[in-house]
């Protein structure tokens, strides 16, 4: 399996080099604006067909949900940011990285759908005052998130290091503390610690519902204009649906974001083991955290 990794790691390098050193980047963007708009202008159509009863309108209106939703995640957005992030970051299997940005894609279609109908239904709001908090407020809000996330992948990398640092400086006492599989010294017979499993769920769920909560506090424009859209048309479930495809659709872009991370990471971990392989796994996450907060934080700027 090792070529497996090391061919990840250098296709996600490629892929790198293409996008920020040949002008890929550009060409994505360009595409992605242009996918996204021909997608609004089908689903506005697609809508009054679902309104006017015709046939497979639902299913039609779903699948350009879809479009849309894979579309504005090839863009310039901010949940591949921050789940390649903490994927190089952390090592993560790969399911699991994969439902995470599962999760937060679909957590983004539901605070949508949560804002739209509490600002609907409590202030009167329309579509452009709706759109106007999610880019004004709960845009700059969600970038500052995944700055803060960044920081705290940062600093536990850097809390590593100087761990590992410290304890090569002490001295040795009468014994070692050697922790078993359920966490108790085997010389001393004192848990000094959680076990590996535990320290592991435990940072895992706050890991998660961080990342999550950061990609989520951004409601998608495309998801608010189907759901003030069908709102008023008095078809609001289509346009609860219709949120949702969309976030499966920007799901298909973040769990291959997802994949790439996890097979970059495993392709840099793969030469290294012992003390070594710890002290490159912090400097991976004191890295993946430092980029996060880096991109974060002027896009965050700009938008306030």
Known sequence: MRWVSWAGALTVVGAALWLWGFGGADWVTHTAITGQQRAQVAMAQGLRALRAGEPGALAALLGLCFAYGFFHAAGPGHGKIVIGGYGVARRVPVLRLSALALGASLAQAASAVALVYAALGLFGWGRRQLVGAAEDLFAPLSYGMIALVGLWLAWRGARRLMCMARTQRQPRHDHDHDQGPDGICENCGHRHGPTLEEAGRVHGLRDALAV???????????AIFILVLTWQMGIAMAGIAGAFAMALGTACVTVAVALAA???????MERWSGPAAIRVSAVLELAAGLAVFAVAVPIMLRLI
């Open 212 to 222: 999550i909560a950061s990609v989520a506090a951004r409601p998608c424009t495309g």
């Open 262 to 268: 996890t097979l970059f990471r495993a392709g840099a």
